[in-house]
């Protein structure tokens, strides 16, 4: 059983920055993945950004476009926390941020949620223009 835990959400006008964390726990396996989705009101859940990791090391990670050059998704592999640190934020980027955990991904399905096994609670990141 997986546990993830975000924090770092909140409330900054465009073009601010914000780091969001993803505290992961119970993982046993060597290789996986941890990503970030968002949900913005009456929108579908949508893949922002993913990690492939085995043990030590990050075998890949992916974005989508729209946040591509702005975000970067990290690891601090000490304490089992991704990070997405955000920056230029847009009032489009406003959502409800979750962190996801799973077996196995690759560039065909990283952004796909059926892929991810266990989710975290979520937090809200707000951008006002």
């Known amino acids: 059983q997986v546990q993830l835990v975000e924090s770092g959400g909140g409330s900054v006008q465009a073009g601010g920055s914000l780091r969001l964390s993803c505290a992961a726990s119970?993982?046993?396996?060597?290789?996986?993945?941890v990503g970030w989705f968002r949900q913005a009101p009456e929108k579908e859940r949508e893949g922002v950004a993913t990690l492939s990791i085995n043990g030590d090391i990050v075998l890949n990670d992916y974005y989508v476009d729209s946040v591509r050059g702005r975000f970067i998704i990290s690891r601090d592999n000490p304490d089992n926390t991704v990070y997405l640190s955000m920056s230029s934020l847009r009032p489009e980027d406003t959502a409800v941020y979750y962190c996801a955990w799973a077996p196995y991904c690759g560039s065909v399905n990283w952004f796909q949620s059926s892929v991810y096994n266990y989710w975290g609670q979520g937090t809200q990141v707000t951008v006002s223009s």
């Open positions: 119970g993982n046993t396996r060597s290789r996986h993945c």
